[in-house]
């Protein structure tokens, strides 16, 4: 079974700062990957997703996420984050096929962005 | 496109009450999903269906809740008797397919309050 594991509970940057979100899973098979991000009091909505092919995946409000297999992570990166960014962020990973049909959500990261 | 609805948006009620909830899926998704999310528990998939069949109810927490598809645009999920331990925001999700290959566009979601 897949497993996502987001290690960061909270996280706190400063406007125009970059922003690092860490995303770990564990899944026997090239994995489909997600980003997704929840502003308050809204459901969730995609930021970008992986399936193959270039390992640089670039999204939606400027973030991009990058698969590095050797350490099966799909970490959320943005050059300069805005006041808007502040929300959670869940990283997913989707089994297909023989391995069943799922998509498993990490526990999320929320972000807060000081002025 | 009006994007996955749900009502209602808000519901308040007393213990031992029935409570409706209800999800029309985006024109030409065929996989509907419903989740729970609270602070403690996070975000939890409650069922999955796809084409109108349950793959999933893994997640349906007892013999209280229950999920229907009457039809393959429409979905309700149904909590009698209701219990304060049931307070969260339901949200409903549809896609195109699989579970874990395709984006799940999510509704705005109804915040359950049993008092």
């Known amino acids: 079974a897949q497993s996502v594991t987001q290690p960061d509970i909270h996280i706190t940057v400063s406007e125009g700062a970059s922003l690092e979100l860490r995303c770990n899973y564990s899944?026997?098979?090239?994995?489909?990957l997600f980003w997704y991000v929840q502003s308050p009091g809204q459901g969730l909505q995609l930021l970008l997703k992986y399936f193959s092919g270039d390992t640089l995946v670039q999204g939606i409000k400027g973030f991009e996420a990058e698969f590095k297999r050797s350490q099966s992570s799909f970490n959320l990166r943005k050059p300069s984050v805005h006041w808007s960014d502040a929300a959670e962020y869940f990283c997913a990973v989707g089994a297909s096929g023989s391995s069943g049909d799922k998509l498993t959500f990490g526990t999320g990261t929320r972000l807060a962005v000081r002025p | 496109d009006a994007g996955v609805i749900q009502s209602p948006r808000h519901e308040v009620t007393e213990m031992g009450q029935e409570v409706t909830l209800r999800c029309k899926l985006i024109s030409g998704h065929n996989s509907l999903f419903w989740y729970r999310q609270t602070m403690m528990r996070g975000l939890e998939l409650l069922i999955y269906f796809n084409n109108n069949v349950p793959i999933d109810d893994s997640g349906m927490p007892e013999d209280r809740f229950s999920a229907k598809m009457p039809n393959a645009s429409f979905s309700t999920l149904k909590i009698q008797p209701s219990e304060p331990r049931d307070s969260a925001v339901y949200f409903c999700?549809?896609?195109?397919?699989?579970?874990?290959?395709?984006?799940?566009?999510f509704g705005p979601g109804t915040r359950l309050t049993v008092t």
């Open positions: 999700a549809s896609s195109l397919g699989l579970a874990g290959v395709y984006e799940q566009y």
């Open positions: 899944y026997g098979a090239t994995p489909y």
